[in-house]
């Protein structure tokens, strides 16, 4: 079964390959040209459809890419270097890649529109440029050669075919792999990505990167269709509209962005037919992109949505009844991670105040108290989200500083209160994504069971949102950091379901070797889980020590619970 799973995607491939010869053969020459084009704007789609689709950036200049690839393709037939079209084509996707990363670089601080003011503004740049250098060998009137065996249409299209092939493997792995997760994980929040030991930065540049090297071949392989490259093939409006076709249609997904490529050759062409110009084919694409925009999604994601409703209705859901085998807790150690004289400032408000706490090797350190006493700010202070916090912070006896994802990366893994887990990868997906390391499917089923969590080829979009929190704090667990924080894990949680989960929480440093900070509002899961508390109040430390000395403390009692209710 899991042969044939993995060997699926190959026969697919095989199958658009045949089915791409038998178009060849099958139309008309003119259909094949228009094939030919649709094959090459799948390629520019599929790019598309990894910056804004999968990685969430705008990218308004995927066709200044596809002029990169052309330009390169063009200067290298002019010169006559060695190795042919097909090097040349390649070299081309690589030196729009080399663009695209400098293209992505304003990405890591910009955003939405500003984002989007910059890859229009260097599209339109690029445009300018283009129609005043002209492309190598256009006034020698030097045409790019095709491949000896690919000279005619029919068997040129069929090696663009084999191409788009390639390029959808190429980007079918990578989205299955590391870098397709972090962009995933990037463009649904930076900050949970940062978490789990993944730099942003990185993740934010290979997407460009990706997205611009198969621009890049588009555009060569569309030098090669046409023979003399000329700017009106790749002007800002053009990379504008296909960017809105890569939003409508989804082009994220494979098939998607194929099918955006039909559109984006047969809307022209039908109004042709019909005797409408076909810049009219601009105003359908932004019509369509305005309804995708407006609705929050896109034709791909909708019918896989509609498909899965039909097949399973209800969402997974946490399967905590089964109990687990129980396993004898460890006794504490000494401290693994020790913050001294921790202090943040928002503004006026002293949000921690000289904040000292231990968490201690293979135990649980609950952290209470009131609404706005602190306790997130802690954690982000001590993952390295607040960059401007003052105090030091050890773990394993060594400081602990540098970005959140260079802490992640040093064994301190966080998850937050709110969600932040991808809807867009399964379960197992997002547990290896956290986990930075090779996981057997045993090691995750395992895993996801004694938290009783959804199996681990559930979409996350199709798991409800307390489970999705516990898939988090698994991944984060099988990442082996040495202290997990915990902001709130349960709060998604049925209240019954506490208790079940606080008996997987105790056990999880003796069972995973991590020790763990909580924070939790419910007394009952702090006192059934942490062998020592830490109490805040107003940003300062009220009490810290055993659970039972903690609890019976009568500064706690009266600043944190009220003098009248027993903790
Ligand atoms: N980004 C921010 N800007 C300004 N003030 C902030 C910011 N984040 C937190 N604060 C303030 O810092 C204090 C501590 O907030 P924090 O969220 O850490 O409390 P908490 O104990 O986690 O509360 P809760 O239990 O409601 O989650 C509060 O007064 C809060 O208003």
């Not at 393709?73 to 060695?82: D, M, Y």
């Not at 490529?261 to 009219?280: F, M, N, S, T, Y």
Request: proline share 5%; charged share 15%.
């Amino acid at each position: 079964m899991r042969l044939a799973e993995r060997g699926m995607p190959f026969v697919i491939a095989l199958v658009a390959i045949a089915a791409g010869f038998g178009l060849s053969v099958g139309l008309d020459g003119y259909f094949v040209y228009l094939g030919m084009s649709a094959v090459v704007a799948g390629i520019s789609l599929l790019g598309l459809g990894v910056v804004t689709g999968s990685a969430g950036m705008i990218s308004l200049c995927q066709l200044t890419f596809g002029a990169v690839g052309a330009w390169v393709v063009s200067a290298l037939n002019e010169a006559q270097a060695p190795g042919g079209f097909l090097t040349w084509l390649v070299l081309g996707g690589l030196a729009a890649g080399v663009v695209g990363v400098l293209v992505g670089l304003p990405a890591l601080r910009l955003r939405g529109i500003n984002l989007a003011v910059v890859t229009l503004g260097l599209a339109a740049a690029a445009d300018l440029a283009l129609v005043q250098l002209q492309f190598p060998g256009v006034s020698g009137g030097i045409s790019v050669e095709r491949p000896d065996a690919f000279s005619d249409d029919r068997s040129y299209f069929q090696l663009a075919v084999v191409v788009l092939v390639l390029c959808c493997l190429a980007v079918y792995f990578l989205r299955r792999g590391r870098w397709g997760s972090a962009w995933q994980a990037v463009a649904f929040s930076e900050r949970g990505t940062a978490a789990a030991g993944t730099s942003v930065r990185t993740s934010k540049l290979t997407a460009f990167a990706v997205s611009a090297t198969l621009g890049g071949i588009s555009g060569g392989l569309l030098t090669g269709q046409v023979g003399l490259a000329f700017p009106a093939s790749f002007t800002a409006i053009q990379s504008l509209a296909l960017y809105v076709l890569a939003i409508m249609s989804g082009a994220h997904l494979i098939d998607m962005a194929v099918f955006g490529a039909v559109l984006w050759v047969g809307v022209p062409e039908l109004l042709k037919r019909w005797g409408i110009p076909q810049d009219w084919g601009f105003v359908v694409f932004g019509v369509l992109g305005v309804q995708a925009l407006a609705s929050g999604g896109n034709l791909g994601t909708t019918v896989r949505q509609v498909w899965y409703r039909r097949s399973k209705k209800e969402p997974a859901k946490l399967d905590l009844a089964a109990g687990t085998a129980a396993i004898e807790p460890k006794a504490p150690g000494p401290p693994v991670l020790t913050v001294r004289g921790l202090s943040v400032s928002f503004g006026h408000v002293a949000a921690l105040s000289s904040v000292d706490i231990a968490v201690p090797e293979h135990g649980v350190l609950g952290v209470i108290g009131p609404n706005g006493a602190g306790k997130s700010t802690l954690v982000d202070a001590i993952s390295g989200f607040l960059p401007n916090a003052e105090g030091s912070v050890e773990l394993g006896g060594k400081p602990l500083a540098g970005s959140p994802s260079n802490r992640a990366r040093a064994g301190l893994r966080r998850t937050f209160q709110q969600d932040r887990v991808p809807p867009g990868l399964t379960v197992g997906a997002y547990l290896k994504f956290l986990a930075r390391r090779r996981l057997t499917a045993d090691e995750i089923g395992e895993a996801l069971d004694f938290f009783g969590c959804p199996a681990a080829r559930t979409p996350l979009s199709q798991v409800d949102v307390g489970a999705r929190r516990l898939v988090e704090v698994v991944g984060h667990l099988l990442a082996k950091p040495r202290v997990l924080l915990l902001d709130e894990p349960a709060a998604g949680l049925p209240h019954e379901e506490h208790v079940a989960f606080g008996e997987r929480l105790r056990q999880v440093p003796a069972r995973f070797g991590v020790s763990v900070l909580l924070i939790e509002h419910d007394l009952d899961l702090v006192r059934s889980v942490c062998d020592t508390i830490t109490v805040l109040d107003f940003g300062r430390v009220l009490a810290s020590g055993p659970q039972a000395e903690v609890l019976a403390d009568p500064a706690v009692l009266k600043a944190y619970m009220g003098e009248t209710e027993m903790l």
